[in-house]
């Protein structure tokens, strides 16, 4: 992976308490392991621009196994943390275990030392310790902070819970072989696809790994 090109993906955001670090090369930090195309670099632009709150509603499409919820599902929840850690951030998908699978690699990331590296100040339960802080694999709360990560499967409720950024992640199992699609932002839907969460026509952002990407007015 060239380090030196993803540095570039994105112009850094000002922050109010200090640099914060662009999308992409927070990703190669904490994934080192991951391979990036053309697409990649365009997709993870977009993300960037998600979390500085250019786009403020966002739909991912592309064909699986492209790194869709590597990049919205796993990466972006952990990188908005780290940037805010008021945010309360929900993840919802088809099953609660996928919905889960990705809440528990979001702690995984936020435990390691290189995520620290980034982002000293978000931190979660470890053990027991605290003990007033909720960890499981649907919820995890950060330390000294309000915000935090929770995942609900399609037939789950998010009742009684704030959420300031909904990610809504593959909420149809086997509904096409040939792309799948991805939700970030508030409330938002696809008409057809998740009838259960109300419609919102505004969206904001779409990226589409066969044509690039395109902000909407």
């Given at each position: 992976?060239?380090?030196?090109?993803?540095?570039?993906?994105?112009?850094?955001?000002?922050?109010?308490?200090?640099?914060?670090?662009?999308?992409?090369?927070?990703?190669?930090?904490?994934?080192?392991?991951?391979?990036?195309?053309?697409?990649?670099?365009?997709?993870?632009?977009?993300?960037?621009?998600?979390?500085?709150?250019?786009?403020?509603?966002?739909?991912?499409?592309?064909?699986?196994?492209?790194?869709?919820?590597?990049?919205?599902?796993?990466?972006?929840?952990?990188?908005?943390?780290?940037?805010?850690?008021?945010?309360?951030?929900?993840?919802?998908?088809?099953s609660a275990s996928l919905a889960s699978k990705f809440n528990r690699r979001v702690q995984r990331i936020i435990d390691s030392p290189e995520y620290a590296a980034f982002f000293p100040e978000t931190t979660i339960?470890?053990?027991?310790?605290?003990?007033?802080?909720?960890?499981?694999?649907?919820?995890?709360?950060?330390?000294?902070?309000?915000?935090?990560?929770?995942?609900?499967?399609?037939?789950?409720?998010?009742?009684?819970?704030?959420?300031?950024?909904?990610?809504?992640?593959?909420?149809?199992?086997?509904?096409?072989?040939?792309?799948?699609?991805?939700?970030?932002?508030?409330?938002i839907a696809l008409p057809g696809l998740c009838p259960q969460f109300r419609t919102n026509k505004s969206v904001l952002g779409r990226f589409s790994a066969d044509a690039g990407h395109r902000l909407l007015a």
């Amino acid at each position: 992976m060239n380090i030196d090109v993803l540095k570039d993906l994105s112009p850094a955001e000002p922050a109010s308490a200090g640099d914060l670090p662009p999308f992409g090369l927070f990703a190669a930090g904490v994934y080192p392991f991951l391979e990036f195309r053309w697409f990649h670099e365009a997709y993870y632009r977009v993300l960037e621009a998600f979390a500085a709150g250019r786009v403020r509603r966002l739909i991912v499409t592309m064909p699986p196994q492209h790194g869709k919820s590597v990049g919205a599902s796993t990466l972006l929840p952990a990188y908005l943390l780290g940037r805010n850690t008021d945010l309360r951030i929900a993840i919802a998908s088809y099953s609660a275990s996928l919905a889960s699978k990705f809440n528990r690699r979001v702690q995984r990331i936020i435990d390691s030392p290189e995520y620290a590296a980034f982002f000293p100040e978000t931190t979660i339960k470890r053990g027991a310790r605290p003990p007033e802080y909720l960890r499981t694999a649907d919820e995890v709360e950060l330390i000294g902070h309000r915000g935090g990560l929770l995942s609900v499967g399609r037939e789950g409720a998010l009742t009684g819970n704030r959420v300031d950024c909904f990610i809504l992640d593959d909420l149809y199992r086997r509904r096409s072989r040939r792309e799948v699609q991805c939700f970030v932002g508030g409330h938002i839907a696809l008409p057809g696809l998740c009838p259960q969460f109300r419609t919102n026509k505004s969206v904001l952002g779409r990226f589409s790994a066969d044509a690039g990407h395109r902000l909407l007015a």
